[in-house]
C-alpha cells in the first residue's frame, strides 16, 4: 500500500518492506539539463554533498541520471535522519574546498566506468543537447568553481523540485529536510537529430544494439519482455550467434519511453547477428507475435507485481513519476492494465518503437538493405564565407563565415554554426574545436590552412564565452603539421566513421584533419588532446 504525506514541505512517498529501512531523496535534475560546455556539473554537487559524511558501515550513495539525481541509503531510522539531513545541509553549504580533490575523483571514475551498450545511441539520436548528453564525457568539470556549483545547487536542488522515499510505515521521528524553496522544473523537450527513422550507424565492435521511442504504455513493457525472448531464442539457443541477448523499458519522464535491445557477438559472428537481430525486429513488424508468448510474460510480469517487497521497490520509479508529472499507479491498476494487453497492443508498440528506430551496427556491416536509413556523419552544406585551402595541396578547404565554419573536401562537409554550437575546446595554440548541437564536430587546425594568423580570434569573438572550454597546451610534437605530400583521402564513409572502443579521433596526418565527423562516444580528442 501506497502511502503520501509531506516533510517539511517536500512531497514523501511510503511503502511496506520486509527487509531494513531504505530512504531516498530525488530531485529533478540530471545530464539532460546541464548543456553541453557544464556536463558534469550536477554529478560534481552530487559528490559535493555526499563528502561530509565519510565512512560508514551501512549503504549509502547518490546517482546523477539523464533526469533525476538520487541520494539513497539503508539502514536504521536514526542513520536516515542523520543522512538525510546531511545532505540537506550539504547541500546548503557545499565544501567548495573540496572542488579539485571531488574533480580528480570523477576523472578517476570516468575513467574506469565504460560505458554501456547504449552509450553511444543517444548521442547519434539526439546530438550534444539534452537527453543527447548521456553519451559525452563530463567536459565541464574542468572549468567549474566554487560559484558555479553553488548556483548550480541553489537552483535545482530545492524543496520543491525534490521527493522524499522511505520503505517502511513511517517517516523517522525528527527528520528535517531543510532545502530551500524553489520550483518544479520541467524536464527538457526531446529533439532528433536524424532526418528520417528507421536508421542505422556504425558503432564499435562487439554486438547489436537498438533503440526505438513510444509512447509510455503498458504495452511497451510488454513488448520489451517479449523482444528479450525472441532475441534470446532465435540469437542464442537457435543459430548460437550470440551469448547475451537482452531488452529494456525506460520512461524517458517526457511521457515517452525507449525500448533498448542488445545482442552481443565474435567479430566473426557479428553480421549474421545483425542479419537475425533484424529478422527478428522485422518479425515483430509483420505482427508474428503469439498468444502463448503473451501469456508467458504477463505471468512473469505479475509475479513480479505480487512480490511482496513490490510496493517499496517501486519507490525511487514513483518519484521520478511524481517529479515528471507522470500519475501514480497502483499495484492493482498496473496488473489490470497487464491482463488488458492483447495481441493488438503489443503490436502497435512494436510499430511505434520499430518506426522510430535506431541501429548501431558493427564495423564492417550495413542496415540499408533492411530499409534503414545510414544516420548523418556530415552536415548539408557548407556556411558561405571566405575559403582557405589546405596547405598541402589536398583540396581541402576551410571555409570561415559570419555565421559559422565549415571544413570541406570534395562532396563531404562540416559545418558548425555559430548559434548551434553546443561546446568548443580552445588550444592555446589556435586549435579550436566546435561541435554543434546536432553532434557534428569541427577540428580547426591553424598550421593545416592558408587563413589569417587571427583566426582563432575571429571564431573566438563569435562563440558564446559561456560554452568555450579552454584546453591545457599541447606538446609540440603533437600539434598536427602539413604532410611534405598531398593526402588523398576522403571523408571515411557512413559504415566506418566511428572509432573503436577505445576512441579517439583518427589521427590528423597531413590534409584535412580526420576529425570532421560526428564526435566519438567517449569525447576523446587527438592524442595530445587532455
Same mark, same amino acid.
Given at each position: 500500500?501506497?502511502?503520501?504525506?509531506?516533510?517539511?514541505?517536500?512531497?514523501?512517498?511510503?511503502?511496506?518492506?520486509?527487509?531494513?529501512?531504505?530512504?531516498?531523496?530525488?530531485?529533478?535534475?540530471?545530464?539532460?539539463?546541464?548543456?553541453?560546455?557544464?556536463?558534469?556539473?550536477?554529478?560534481?554537487?552530487?559528490?559535493?554533498?555526499?563528502?561530509?559524511?565519510?565512512?560508514?558501515?551501512?549503504?549509502?550513495?547518490?546517482?546523477?541520471?539523464?533526469?533525476?539525481?538520487?541520494?539513497?541509503?539503508?539502514?536504521?531510522?536514526?542513520?536516515?535522519?542523520?543522512?538525510?539531513?546531511?545532505?540537506?545541509?550539504?547541500?546548503?553549504?557545499?565544501?567548495?574546498?573540496?572542488?579539485?580533490?571531488?574533480?580528480?575523483?570523477?576523472?578517476?571514475?570516468?575513467?574506469?566506468?565504460?560505458?554501456?551498450?547504449?552509450?553511444?545511441?543517444?548521442?547519434?539520436?539526439?546530438?550534444?543537447?539534452?537527453?543527447?548528453?548521456?553519451?559525452?564525457?563530463?567536459?565541464?568539470?574542468?572549468?567549474?568553481?566554487?560559484?558555479?556549483?553553488?548556483?548550480?545547487?541553489?537552483?535545482?536542488?530545492?524543496?520543491?523540485?525534490?521527493?522524499?522515499?522511505?520503505?517502511?510505515?513511517?517517516?523517522?521521528?525528527?527528520?528535517?529536510?531543510?532545502?530551500?524553496?524553489?520550483?518544479?522544473?520541467?524536464?527538457?523537450?526531446?529533439?532528433?537529430?536524424?532526418?528520417?527513422?528507421?536508421?542505422?550507424?556504425?558503432?564499435?565492435?562487439?554486438?547489436?544494439?537498438?533503440?526505438?521511442?513510444?509512447?509510455?504504455?503498458?504495452?511497451?513493457?510488454?513488448?520489451?519482455?517479449?523482444?528479450?525472448?525472441?532475441?534470446?531464442?532465435?540469437?542464442?539457443?537457435?543459430?548460437?550467434?550470440?551469448?547475451?541477448?537482452?531488452?529494456?523499458?525506460?520512461?524517458?519522464?517526457?511521457?515517452?519511453?525507449?525500448?533498448?535491445?542488445?545482442?552481443?557477438?565474435?567479430?566473426?559472428?557479428?553480421?549474421?547477428?545483425?542479419?537475425?537481430?533484424?529478422?527478428?525486429?522485422?518479425?515483430?513488424?509483420?505482427?508474428?507475435?503469439?498468444?502463448?508468448?503473451?501469456?508467458?510474460?504477463?505471468?512473469?510480469?505479475?509475479?513480479?507485481?505480487?512480490?511482496?517487497?513490490?510496493?517499496?521497490?517501486?519507490? !525511487?520509479?514513483?518519484? $521520478? #513519476?511524481?517529479?515528471? /508529472?507522470?500519475?501514480? +499507479?497502483?499495484? &492493482?491498476?498496473?496488473? =489490470?492494465? @497487464?491482463?488488458?494487453?492483447?495481441?493488438?497492443?503489443?503490436?502497435?508498440?512494436?510499430?511505434?518503437?520499430?518506426?522510430?528506430?535506431?541501429?548501431?551496427?558493427?564495423?564492417?556491416?550495413?542496415?540499408?538493405?533492411?530499409?534503414?536509413?545510414?544516420? !548523418?556523419?556530415?552536415? $548539408? #552544406?557548407?556556411?558561405? /564565407?571566405?575559403?582557405? +585551402?589546405?596547405? &598541402?595541396?589536398?583540396? =581541402?578547404? @576551410?571555409?570561415?563565415?559570419?555565421?559559422?565554419?565549415?571544413?570541406?573536401?570534395?562532396?563531404?562537409?562540416?559545418?558548425?554554426?555559430?548559434?548551434?554550437?553546443?561546446?568548443?575546446?580552445?588550444?592555446?595554440?589556435?586549435?579550436?574545436?566546435?561541435?554543434?548541437?546536432?553532434?557534428?564536430?569541427?577540428?580547426?587546425?591553424?598550421?593545416?590552412?592558408?587563413?589569417?594568423?587571427?583566426? =582563432?580570434?575571429?571564431?573566438?569573438?563569435?562563440?558564446?564565452?559561456?560554452?568555450?572550454?579552454?584546453?591545457?597546451?599541447?606538446?609540440?610534437?603533437?600539434?598536427?603539421?602539413?604532410?611534405?605530400?598531398?593526402?588523398?583521402?576522403?571523408?571515411?564513409?557512413?559504415?566506418?566513421?566511428?572509432?573503436?572502443?577505445?576512441?579517439?579521433?583518427?589521427?590528423?596526418?597531413?590534409?584535412?584533419?580526420?576529425?570532421?565527423?560526428?564526435?566519438?562516444?567517449?569525447?576523446?580528442?587527438?592524442?595530445?588532446?587532455?
Amino acid at each position: 500500500m501506497l502511502h503520501r504525506t509531506d516533510v517539511d514541505g517536500v512531497p514523501t512517498l511510503l511503502a511496506p518492506s520486509s527487509g531494513p529501512m531504505t530512504a531516498g531523496l530525488t530531485f529533478r535534475v540530471g545530464l539532460a539539463d546541464e548543456g553541453a560546455a557544464r556536463i558534469g556539473i550536477t554529478h560534481l554537487v552530487e559528490h559535493l554533498a555526499l563528502h561530509r559524511h565519510g565512512v560508514a558501515d551501512y549503504h549509502y550513495n547518490g546517482a546523477t541520471g539523464s533526469v533525476v539525481t538520487h541520494f539513497h541509503m539503508e539502514g536504521s531510522e536514526r542513520d536516515i535522519v542523520t543522512y538525510l539531513e546531511m545532505v540537506c545541509d550539504s547541500l546548503a553549504d557545499l565544501p567548495v574546498q573540496r572542488l579539485e580533490t571531488e574533480k580528480a575523483i570523477l576523472r578517476t571514475e570516468a575513467a574506469g566506468r565504460g560505458g554501456g551498450v547504449n552509450r553511444m545511441l543517444p548521442m547519434w539520436r539526439h546530438g550534444a543537447q539534452h537527453y543527447g548528453l548521456v553519451g559525452y564525457p563530463e567536459w565541464g568539470i574542468d572549468r567549474l568553481g566554487p560559484d558555479d556549483v553553488r548556483a548550480w545547487a541553489n537552483a535545482w536542488f530545492t524543496r520543491a523540485n525534490a521527493v522524499l522515499w522511505i520503505s517502511g510505515d513511517r517517516v523517522p521521528p525528527g527528520l528535517r529536510l531543510r532545502l530551500p524553496a524553489g520550483t518544479l522544473r520541467p524536464v527538457p523537450v526531446a529533439s532528433t537529430v536524424l532526418p528520417a527513422t528507421p536508421a542505422y550507424f556504425t558503432g564499435a565492435g562487439g554486438g547489436v544494439v537498438f533503440d526505438g521511442v513510444m509512447r509510455r504504455h503498458v504495452a511497451g513493457s510488454v513488448f520489451a519482455l517479449m523482444l528479450e525472448r525472441e532475441l534470446f531464442r532465435s540469437l542464442r539457443q537457435e543459430s548460437g550467434l550470440s551469448y547475451a541477448a537482452s531488452a529494456s523499458y525506460d520512461p524517458r519522464g517526457d511521457g515517452m519511453a525507449v525500448v533498448t535491445a542488445f545482442a552481443d557477438a565474435l567479430p566473426e559472428k557479428q553480421r549474421a547477428v545483425v542479419g537475425g537481430f533484424v529478422d527478428v525486429l522485422a518479425g515483430f513488424r509483420v505482427g508474428r507475435i503469439s498468444q502463448t508468448e503473451l501469456d508467458a510474460v504477463r505471468a512473469k510480469r505479475d509475479e513480479a507485481l505480487r512480490h511482496p517487497d513490490a510496493p517499496a521497490g517501486r519507490l !525511487p520509479g514513483l518519484a $521520478t #513519476d511524481l517529479l515528471t /508529472g507522470a500519475r501514480l +499507479r497502483t499495484l &492493482d491498476e498496473l496488473r =489490470a492494465q @497487464l491482463y488488458a494487453v492483447a495481441l493488438a497492443d503489443v503490436h502497435g508498440a512494436a510499430l511505434q518503437v520499430l518506426d522510430s528506430g535506431l541501429l548501431q551496427v558493427p564495423p564492417g556491416s550495413r542496415a540499408d538493405w533492411a530499409g534503414f536509413a545510414a544516420a !548523418p556523419t556530415t552536415s $548539408t #552544406d557548407a556556411i558561405p /564565407g571566405h575559403t582557405y +585551402r589546405a596547405v &598541402d595541396g589536398s583540396g =581541402a578547404s @576551410l571555409v570561415l563565415g559570419a555565421d559559422g565554419v565549415s571544413i570541406v573536401e570534395g562532396e563531404c562537409r562540416a559545418t558548425v554554426r555559430y548559434r548551434s554550437c553546443a561546446v568548443m575546446h580552445a588550444w592555446p595554440d589556435g586549435a579550436r574545436q566546435l561541435v554543434g548541437l546536432d553532434g557534428i564536430a569541427v577540428m580547426i587546425e591553424p598550421a593545416l590552412f592558408a587563413a589569417p594568423a587571427d583566426t =582563432a580570434a575571429r571564431i573566438d569573438r563569435s562563440v558564446d564565452p559561456s560554452i568555450v572550454l579552454p584546453m591545457p597546451a599541447r606538446n609540440p610534437n603533437d600539434i598536427p603539421r602539413p604532410s611534405t605530400a598531398p593526402a588523398t583521402g576522403t571523408f571515411p564513409p557512413s559504415t566506418a566513421t566511428v572509432p573503436a572502443p577505445t576512441g579517439g579521433f583518427p589521427p590528423a596526418t597531413g590534409g584535412i584533419p580526420r576529425t570532421i565527423t560526428v564526435l566519438p562516444p567517449d569525447g576523446s580528442f587527438p592524442p595530445a588532446g587532455r
